[in-house]
């Protein structure tokens, strides 16, 4: 019904957006997914989000603890539109949910911080599995908890007198370095399947149409019509 539907709303579309649509969904990924960990600053927020979907990653999670998740749309410029986001702050130990699920889901709970069994960015290795790239907030960086639910430690080889650097440009390094030695790879299958393909685009017809709910509704009367008359 899915397929029958996307067709349907598709007519309501430019042809050229569509193909958009499918073009995008080629290089799209769930191999490599983002968990935020009560990022406080809209713009870092948003930045990253953006970054996410320039460089192909559906989903995020955003753990809000302490921290509300807050979207700067000057920043974000609609890119939160496209993505999957996942919110976890209905618990006391939300930190804990969000990884243990990502874990149950098949992924490697990684840190994105210094820590003495770290690997350097240049020498991570993807082939290893799915990844789940944990960041921290901007003061604090990553709570104990999610260090200690950690997988795998991840850093950013420096040059400099500065030991760090911003959430949203350590973000964006990471997912863009990923990304693209991801798609290079013939041996990961980092592509999203077809039939969640299929449920993304649905969403994104649905967010491009006026009155898209209206438009629905006459489909499945269409459809229901259709079987009476069979």
Request: hydrophobic share 35%; charged share 25%.
């Amino acid at each position: 019904m899915n397929e029958k539907l996307i067709q349907y709303l598709s007519r309501f579309v430019a042809d050229r957006r569509v193909q958009l649509f499918d073009s995008v969904l080629s290089r799209r990924t769930r191999y490599v997914t983002v968990v935020l960990e009560d990022i406080y600053q809209a713009h870092n927020a948003s930045a990253v989000l953006r970054s996410c979907e320039c460089f192909g990653i559906q989903d995020v999670h955003i753990i809000e603890n302490t921290n509300q998740y807050k979207i700067s749309p000057d920043v974000a410029l609609g890119s939160n539109k496209w993505l999957n986001i996942y919110r976890y702050n209905q618990h006391k130990h939300n930190t804990t949910e969000a990884l243990q699920k990502l874990r149950q889901n098949g992924y490697r709970i990684v840190a994105t911080t210094p820590h003495r069994n770290d690997c350097s960015l240049s020498n991570f290795n993807l082939s290893a599995g799915k990844v789940a790239l944990v960041f921290g907030s901007e003061l604090n960086g990553l709570s104990g908890e999610a260090i200690g639910l950690a997988d795998e430690f991840l850093k950013i080889d420096m040059a400099g007198f500065t030991e760090s650097l911003n959430i949203s440009v350590t973000a964006a390094l990471c997912i863009h370095h990923l990304t693209t030695v991801l798609r290079n790879d013939a041996s990961i299958h980092w592509e999203i399947p077809s039939y969640e393909q299929a449920e993304i685009k649905l969403n994104w017809l649905r967010s491009s149409i006026n009155k898209s709910d209206l438009i629905e509704k006459a489909f499945y009367d269409e459809q229901g019509t259709k079987m009476k008359e069979d």
